[in-house]
T-cell receptor
Framework: DAEITQSPRHKITETGRQVTLACHQT?????MFWYRQDLGHGLRLIHY???????NKGEVSDGYSVSRSNTEDLPLTLESAASSQTSVYFC????????????FGQGTRLTVV | TQLLEQSPQFLSIQEGENLTVYCNSS?????LQWYRQEPGEGPVLLVT?????EVKKLKRLTFQFGDARKDSSLHITAAQPGDTGLYLC????????????FGKGTLLTVNP
């Protein structure tokens, strides 16, 4: 069965370190997204991609970057982790189309100390 | 920026009760989606509503899209503990490309 997986599921890192969260999907979807989820803010879009070599900034992109070298993967990098980036991060993918569905990974809980 | 306001923010009820949660905006949408997120998991799509006035049923869950396509509601009949979770509405804000923007959700707890 097709799926979308995130790794690691939990991570603790120190302020200032570079951190990369992995996202891998086997749906063969062109669209991939990264969200962060925080109490009181809901799910907010960080970065997204509509295909290989395409990346776009979302509403909370500062301090984050992504790259899309193949269809299956969209890693999210925190350039210099800050305590404000402590959150639960979700990756999602979707097919192309007027009305489609987003499939989410199980999330990565990141703590920056 | 179109905003989705969800209410109530929190809801705690007893098993067997009925409930309705709301998703409202001042903007018109071509479609709205409802997702449910269980603790420790990612959101999962429940339904997409497209036509003004549309009603869709998923077992004990009834979804309605407002006639003016500015709002939607989710009604659960005879709630069960398995219905516990965060209910999120979302719209496609990507124009020609799909991109979901979410409301903040309603956290539902159904007590046995």
């Amino acid at each position: 069965d097709a799926e979308i997986t995130q790794s690691p599921r939990h991570k603790i890192t120190e302020t200032g370190r570079q951190v990369t969260l992995a996202c891998h999907q086997t749906w063969n979807h062109n669209n991939m997204f990264w969200y962060r989820q925080d109490l009181g803010h809901g799910l907010r879009l960080i970065h997204y991609s509509y295909g290989v070599q395409d990346t776009n900034k979302g509403e909370v992109s500062d301090g984050y970057s992504v790259s899309r070298s193949n269809t299956e993967d969209l890693p999210l990098t925190l350039e210099s982790a800050a305590s404000s980036q402590t959150s639960v991060y979700f990756c999602a993918s979707s097919g192309s189309g007027v009305v489609t569905e987003a499939f989410f990974g199980q999330g990565t809980r990141l703590t920056v100390v | 920026t179109q905003l989705l306001e969800q209410s109530p923010q929190f809801l705690s009820i007893q098993e067997g009760e009925n409930l309705t949660v709301y998703c409202n905006s001042s903007s018109v949408f071509s479609s709205l989606q409802w997702y449910r997120q269980e603790p420790g998991e990612g959101p999962v799509l429940l339904v997409t509503v497209v036509t003004g006035g549309e009603v869709k049923k998923l077992k004990r869950l009834t979804f309605q899209f407002g006639d003016a396509r500015k709002d939607s509601s989710l009604h659960i009949t005879a709630a069960q503990p398995g219905d516990t979770g965060l209910y999120l509405c979302a719209y496609d804000s990507g124009g020609s490309n799909y991109k979901l923007t979410f409301g903040k959700g309603t956290l539902l707890t159904v007590n046995p």
